[in-house]
């Protein structure tokens, strides 16, 4: 338990100027508030950050791979750094919380030991990562994936719907691709621990009246690609016993989803996202649709079992409807364990502080995902109004902000204490 | 019955060699034989078509609506005529016999009186109607449509993708709109009766073994626009219970729509031809869906109780998932009866040559629905191979093709005969 909790109180209305501010900086010609990776409105948001680095006392360079990186220097140079952070960039039509609140929030952590004279034994390096939301590219956490050694030429390859490489929009945005590849300074340094505040964006702390989530483990995601092949016919003439209609397959897929997800262990979750007719036409039998699904769980055996369950069941309700279908499975993140050493220290410092929270797993991705290949991983969550993210209604009140600070800073000093 | 039927027999070389050189005609960069309204092809094929007219002695113009009208002038110019013909459009990726059968076939018909040194009575009106196939501006029918007097000004504002009227399109094809919603020469003229060949595009003949079909009427059509809307959460986060997705509504709306197909009487269909996510993402709780659904059937009364029924059903599901969803229904044919004075002449003329004939409804839409309004109407089958159609496997024997010339001739010879 840390001396220090009652000393580093964050400053409620700085933390609301930075969250309004930022906020204001975002694509005009979307909903809500649109900053995606590589937009204009990103790169002027990412030049605000960089002085609300410098305000706070922060060293600022950008890594190789274009992370925003802020150091606050310890006594002991050379000890394992101390990381936290998060990302600036939101879906199209997302809101002023997801990514925002841990990035202010470190900020603010180092405004806070600043303020107070406290100078920590490690540095504290505090990380806005480069476009985690999923992009044109679909490839989502750049810069975390970068940092942990794990963005492959191919990913730097890929090609968005107009054909332009990521590659290229790397070196668009002033980030040389081999550098972004290669190993570079931050990638060198030994590193402690990481620690990533967030916003929950799910229902779940609400529902249970907790003001925080120390979170166990992040999800591992099956993603499914299921093609459906039946026989294009003349929806006017072809009698109903006598079709192959590749939608009514796909709508039987849909509801097996439903029905994987909702047999899940808890957080466990399925999701068809689309079903899309290629070539839909109103007097056309459908014959070829493409569904896209995931599904999620922190618990990696179960998404074994029911991704082959989930598999049978599709299969057999296409063939009941002489429907083919081939299933491209994809495992997008596997299960990502928290490390418990710093479970425990968040759990504490909470504890000592008086603040009500839950062990929760978190269905999203995050940075920290990648960052646990690399160093000790730790989240803190904040909750979520309605539960609701990646959308313009999107909301944490400031005084559970308040609270996820105020833990984030106890759990850095916590933790630079610790060997 | 006609005696003149053995003296008017198809020359089989010359309907096919006819068949081949209009196929040729077609959109390079597509597949199967696509010839869409308006394209560069379709005005190559309507030249040809203009030429082989002429070789067959019509006279030919073109009416006010775009139709290619080629006449074969009968003894008593007064007498009101009669009418065959189809459309030589086809849907993107289609085939090489729906509506082309027709238009050929008349003018096979043609040429065989000629030949014969037959004159009828009456004026024989051959017309390739323009663009019977949906469209970008998603309307069929456009030539007999405004033959009918049934294309308005509206129709000539709706627009395409691109945001182009299907006004200025007649315009830069040479048609003047104006002339289009006007009453021109052809329209003015009294007719007797308006007979089509053209193929089932289902697999009733074949399964039935019958050579011809006799239509007793084309069905009505209801089409369904369903709007689904439910709750974007983040499909990582967002637990099964607490869901509000509109995809998984959507599903079981396709189902359901299956299920009134399959509860219709005979050649009643219901078909969902698409169930489109608005704002598609792999990580989004689908929030807005668009089901596209239509119901056939040649039964008013079915086709309005399934509509409630499909509709509450409908309701029900959403509801019972938070999912609000609202319909719109367009009636956009009602059913119509064939003449049955003209379906007996038909059905006469095939036992009178011993053409093994069935009665059949029409489950596709055809050019005779509009003609229908204008004067007693008629439409003889030929089977399809396997039923296929609106696809390049679309194919009816030369043999059947043969039938249905020779019992359109014989056709058009007994109704010229009639008061």
Redesign the interface.
Known sequence: MTQGIARLEPVRERISRDLHELAEIREPDHLGWTRRVFSEPYRLAREWVTARMRDAGLEVRRDGAGNLVGVLPGRSPAAPALITGSHTDT?Q?GGRFDGIVGVLGAIEVARLLRESGRQLDRDLVVVDFLGEE?NDW?LSCLGSRALAGELTRADLDRQDGTGAALGGQFAAFGIDPSAALGEDWLRRRPVHGYVELHV?????LEQRGAAIGVVTAI?G?E?LLATFRGQ???????????RR?A??A???A??AV?RT??G?PV?G?????????V????????ELIEL?A?M?SVDTGWLGTARERLAGDIIAAAQARGVDVSLDWITDNEVVQASKPIQDVIAEEAGAAGIAWEAVP????HDAVHMARWCPMGMIFVPSKG?????PEEATGLGDIVHGVRLLAATMCSLDARP
């Open positions: 879906v039509g999923s679909r929950e964006q799910g229902p779940v999800a995601i993603r294009a016919d003349h929806a006017g003439t072809r009698p109903m016993g006598d209609d939608l009514v796909a709508a039987e849909v509801l439903e997800g909702c899940a957080h979750v399925a999701t068809a996202s689309e079903a899309a007719n070539r839909a036409a109103p007097n056309v039998v459908p896209r995931e999620r978190s269905g999203a991705t539960g609701r993210s990646h959308c």
